[in-house]
């Protein structure tokens, strides 16, 4: 197995939001904020040579420093286009009048505004955008924000899908579109909500994530993630404070559950008695280094092909979770540990201790998935280098291959007769 190979850029920016281009350039996001003439806000676009070691920048973009900083985004997956939030001046904001959905168009040494949309409605400049989502056929765009709304617009219109849905004014934390543009998952500390995308309507929910009854858990992030077999499985994230990170369907009365990453099958409801029903798991994602009351984890997942599952049927699929498709799931948690795990099994398969000097606030893959990128607001972007083929490192097969021969033989001794033990008594 490759190890993956991993380094440290500096991007002279507290680091708040970054994602990949389809051509694999890395757009980053941050900045001071308003009012801090020191520290710019800015949008750049880099290329990558993870052999080299660098981080050239393509194309970079000065922003207001009366403006609030990037604060999420996200690429079209076909157009040159990309999306942030970032909060207008304090007056506009109090006024009503944040534009706070940006759009930008990208290219050669180019990074230029082109259209500016308002989907908050709080009038407090301490709320702001924190999500942004193109769907994978760039025919929509959902946002969510930290006073709880949730909006889908359609692209390139901008003109909303159904009218703006307020999440009981919590903070909306993540969202996503399933590969057919049919559904939007979306995720508050304490709701998890399974919605149609042509006008809105809750298709499911799953509230007050609790694990044994008794312990409380939060949902962080979520994520739909293609099955490879023509269906798809819905990929989500809570959390609970404490030091384990494992799926929520886990019965572990031995130790704590917090963190947890679930697949389910569309055809299966989402319940949750089924969330605790599952018994295939029983390894620790993530341990804290540290006892930190009120620690978080950021949750990115991606796609890798693994071609040995290619000739299984689906039959075999369905019945032993054999896909087409490799997983990988990422994950930066408060303690400074960048993460990799396989999200079908959440194996862990590396870690990166200290990846940052300070809060780790992004992480994206590339179109590839050969490449992880976390930015902190220590102002360093960290790049791993994945390999093609991503595993735990464990025994020598020659060694197993060996103890498996030793075992086989003292087994034949013992039951040949071969050593006579002496009898006591």
Known sequence: MGKPHHFLVNVDLPVFCLAFTPDNKLVVGGGGGPGRSGVNNKLVLYNIDAPKETAAEYASRLLSNEEDAPMCLS???????????????EKAIQAGDNKNLRMFKYGDNLIEPVKS????????????????????????????????????????SFKAAFPPINLDKKEVLDADVDAASDRIVAVTAKILRLMAVKDGRVLQTIDNPTL?????????????????????????????????????????????ITTSFFPLLPSTPITPPQLRRRQNLRLPLHRRQSDVANA??????????VAESQERGREQEADHG????????????????????????????????????FS?????????????????????CR??????????ESFSPFLAVFIALIIAVIGYLLSSGFYDFPSHG
């Not at 301490?126 to 765009?141: E, H, M, P």
């Not at 978080?296 to 092909?305: E, G, S």
């Not at 790049?383 to 735990?392: H, S, T």
Request: net charge neutral.
């Open 383 to 392: 790049v791993v280098d994945l390999p093609a083929k991503l595993e735990k």
């Open 75 to 89: 690429v079209h997956p076909e157009e040159l286009i990309f999306a942030c939030g970032i909060n207008s001046q």
């Open 296 to 305: 978080w984890v950021y949750l990115q997942v991606a796609c890798r092909h």
């Open 360 to 380: 780790i606030t992004c992480l994206a893959f590339n179109r590839d998935d050969r490449i992880l990128v976390s930015g902190s607001v220590d102002s360093r």
């Open 117 to 156: 949309v308002q989907t908050i409605e709080s009038r407090q400049p301490i709320d702001y955008q924190k999500v942004a989502r193109f769907s994978r056929d760039g025919k929509y765009l959902v946002t969510g924000t930290t006073d709880g709304r949730l909006t889908v617009l359609r692209y390139p």
């Open 212 to 256: 044994n009854k008794k312990t409380t858990c939060e949902f962080r992030a979520c994520r739909w993630v293609d099955s490879g077999a023509g269906g798809q499985r819905d990929g989500f994230a809570a959390y609970g404070r404490d030091y384990y990170y494992h799926r929520i369907f886990e019965d572990m009365d031995a130790m704590p």
């Open 322 to 357: 054999v896909h087409d498709q490799g997983h990988l799931l990422a994950y930066a948690s408060s303690d400074l540990v960048i993460g990799i795990a396989d999200a079908d099994n959440l194996r862990p398969l590396f870690q990166i201790k200290n990846a940052h000097g």
